[in-house]
């Protein structure tokens, strides 16, 4: 068996993203609020009870109003490699969805007109029969589409350009499986 002329380079992070810091804008409202609500209701009632119950609601809007969209945030990631894409979310379950280049996808971007004013979007990859998978919220949407592009191109002719039947190319997992 020979080795072919071109032989796949190592994996190499292109970019990792969360969704737009936008979506952060009202829980931090919410934290301001509830900070300032807190601290002048707190002291205005004379009874023990009457406070307590200022500072447990202060902590109920903290947990659900900040908290938990805090660590929604904080806990959806997009990577962007040489050979593929990963898409994480979830805090106690936790998903994982890959996509390769070489398997090919369709790109879509869509923007309202708020995303637009921010330069952010939703990506769509279509991967044919396997269904489709979103990006949501994506900063700087067309420079990320645009290094999807070249990154789609790139494993197109990558995989051109190995023998279909080399290990090499089971190996880099750049073969198509159908």
Do not use: C
Not at 31 to 54: H, K, N, P, Q, T
């Amino acid at each position: 068996m020979s080795i072919p002329a071109v032989a796949p380079q190592a994996e190499r992070v292109i970019v990792r993203l969360r969704p737009h810091a936008r979506a952060m804008f009202w829980p931090a409202i919410a934290l301001i609020a509830a900070a300032g609500a807190v601290g002048y209701l707190a002291f205005s009632f004379d009874e023990s009870w009457a406070r307590l119950s200022v500072w447990a609601g202060g902590a109920l809007v903290l947990l659900f109003l900040f908290l938990f969209p805090l660590v929604h945030w904080l806990s959806t990631r997009y990577t962007i490699t040489t050979r593929r894409i990963i898409l994480r979310h979830g805090f106690f379950v936790r998903t994982r969805h890959e996509i390769l280049h070489s398997r090919g996808y369709d790109i879509t971007v869509t923007k309202t007109w708020l995303q637009s004013a921010f330069r952010s979007g939703s990506i769509h990859l279509r991967r044919g029969a396997d269904g489709s998978l979103v990006m949501r919220d994506v900063p700087h949407a067309d420079t990320v589409q645009s290094a999807l592009h070249d990154l789609l191109e790139n494993a197109r002719n990558l995989t051109a350009a190995l023998p279909s039947g080399s290990a090499l190319a089971d190996q880099a997992g750049l073969r198509d499986r159908r």
